[in-house]
């Protein structure tokens, strides 16, 4: 069984013109001389290294589809007719008092100063990709109204058009970056907080400098990586003097755009788009650690670290660096994650992915903590999109994982709050909509609760923001609602004896006990009773 079909993908505009497609290669088992399309190989013949890409570039996000071996739908949550554990302190359990609504979703992160959550989630690094900037005020304000963290990514300052670099070639302004910041800290209210996340470049332009000096961030995040490329961060951008622009700021940028030839293929209008990358970072321990010292030096209270779907040995790596280096959250991208710009088929075929990584996490942790080393916070990314599968991470990475960062799942609500308003502008609400009302009170079932809260300030809130906060607020009653099935009336309760493997590889590959022999010692015991 093939795990994808390679050479044709909604993701890249491409298809097969055949309903017979030979499994390897993804050519029709029947290719035709005069063939009108649209395979990536028959687009990638005249469009090249556009095709290697999802698109169109800043309208989309992008998801790989290959159907790896194990997920987390290989597991299932145990259910429990007694107990209850995470009570608040003196209550005594009955049907009464065991009440899914009061089930406690929130957690924390932090070595020493602890983040609080209203939910066990927080996004996915929203960087320098073009989605992410017109869409800002809706994502920031709805996840610090929802009680979540924020993940500024990296590039934000690198591609300001605004941009003001002192003689040092320094970052001495940033427009776009204060009104990242600005923006969630206005709706801020005590939960959750703005992570500002750098890769190398972010690193040589003193964005951390930057953004302690004007802002006093509590927070910075060191980035190795992410679950969707193993390269450095990507833009595109269809200006050629923008592109110039880009480059004279030290970014790699493809093609050329101060090649002749480009210069003409632009001019006839054959390139249209330019890319801008990152450069790939080199982590030693050495390194690590001097970084971590110098960004505490400048007054953050909280250092933390995104990598991704990486090998083995930089899993160990990160583990045992960030454990050193009490490093206040470590979050793991397994592949192939969500991406606003990235390689298709590296986003498709590399990494390990997200139920291994975690496996393989949670047994390095353990061997760490055997050994007497505290093992930092974690979280787990890629690929999660509902309460269900948060609860399976938080329980098989448990005690350690306290969060799933999310990425496309978060946007989504975030778009479409912000295209209900504009489709109720144009009076053009789909029957999808329409069908519950045509005004903003009548459509968001959270509006009047919001309205309580922030009274006349209501009609400035971002609905992409109210958006956000309505899918938060499923989240958190589908969770309670599974919390309470299993009797964990706490978060900090999820254990691993909460989830059953449906599959043997699934158990042999987490250490989840196969759903024949979950709890058969007990039962046993009943039975000889």
């Known amino acids: 069984m093939n795990l994808r079909q390679p050479n044709a993908n909604e993701a890249t505009q491409t298809y097969n013109r055949s309903k017979s497609v030979s499994p390897m290669s993804g050519i029709c088992t029947r ?3 005069g063939c009108r399309g649209n395979c990536e190989i028959f687009k990638s013949s005249f469009r090249g290294r556009e095709v290697i890409y999802p698109g169109p570039y800043g309208t989309m996000t992008a998801g790989a589809d290959k159907n790896y071996p194990i997920d987390y739908s290989h597991l299932n949550i145990q259910g429990y007719a007694v107990g209850a554990w995470g009570l608040p302190e003196g209550e005594d359990a009955n049907p009464d008092t065991a009440r899914f609504p009061i089930v406690n979703t929130e957690t924390e992160y932090g070595w020493d100063k602890k983040v609080r959550m209203k939910v066990p989630i927080f996004t996915g690094a929203l960087g ?18 929802s009680g979540i963290t924020l993940v500024c990514g990296e590039n934000v300052c690198g591609i ?43 690193t040589r332009l003193g964005v951390a400098e930057y953004v302690s000096s004007k802002h006093d961030l509590d927070t910075i995040e060191l980035k190795w990586g992410q ?15 923008r592109a110039v622009e880009l480059k004279k700021r030290g970014y790699i940028v493809t093609p050329d755009p101060e090649d002749h030839a480009i210069k003409a293929a632009y001019k006839d209008g054959a390139i249209k788009e330019f890319e801008r990358h990152s450069r790939l970072g080199f982590v030693t321990k050495e390194g690590f650690f001097d970084e971590v010292d110098r960004l505490r030096d400048l007054g953050f209270k909280r250092v933390t670290l995104k990598t991704g779907a990486y090998s083995m040995v930089e899993a160990a790596m990160a583990l045992k660096y960030c454990s050193e280096a009490k490093i206040d959250l470590l979050t793991i991208d397994g592949a192939p994650g969500g991406t606003g710009m990235s390689p298709w088929p590296m986003m498709e075929e590399w990494g390990i992915p997200t139920f291994y990584l975690q496996s393989l996490i949670y047994e390095f942790a353990e061997k760490m903590s055997k050994k007497g080393m505290r ?6 990314a890629g690929g999660f999109s509902s309460e269900d599968g948060v609860y399976k991470a938080l329980a098989m990475g448990a005690p350690y994982f306290k969060a ?19 489709w109720i502008k144009n009076g053009d609400l789909p029957k999808t909509v329409s069908e519950f009302g045509s005004r903003p009170e009548e459509i968001f079932v959270c509006y009047e609760e919001l309205a309580d809260r922030f009274g006349d300030d209501i009609k400035n809130l971002p609905l992409g923001a109210i958006g956000i906060y309505t899918y938060a607020q499923k989240f958190r009653t589908g969770l309670q609602q599974l919390m309470a099935g299993s009797r964990r009336f706490n978060v900090s ?9 449906l599959t043997e590889d699934a158990s042999k590959v987490s250490g989840i006990p196969y759903v024949m022999n979950a709890y058969r010692d007990v039962a046993e015991a009943i039975l000889d009773e």
């Open 31 to 33: 290719c035709l001389d």
């Open 128 to 145: 320098s990709t073009e989605i992410a900037r017109k869409n800002w005020e809706h994502f920031a304000a709805g996840a610090a109204i």
């Open 160 to 202: 300001d058009p605004g941009l003001v670099l002192d003689s040092n070639k320094k970052i001495k302004n940033s427009p776009e970056m204060d009104r990242r910041i600005t923006t969630y800290n206005k709706y801020h209210e005590g939960f959750g907080e703005i992570l500002v996340q750098m890769n190398v470049e972010d």
């Open 227 to 241: 679950g969707a490329k193993c390269i450095g961060g990507e833009i595109k951008v269809n200006s050629i003097e």
């Open 375 to 380: 093992v930092p916070d974690l979280a787990m």
């Open 404 to 422: 799933v960062c999310m990425g496309r799942a978060l946007m989504i609500p975030g778009f479409v709050g912000k295209n209900i308003g504009q």
């Open 493 to 501: 309760t999820i254990g691993r004896q909460d989830i059953m493997a």
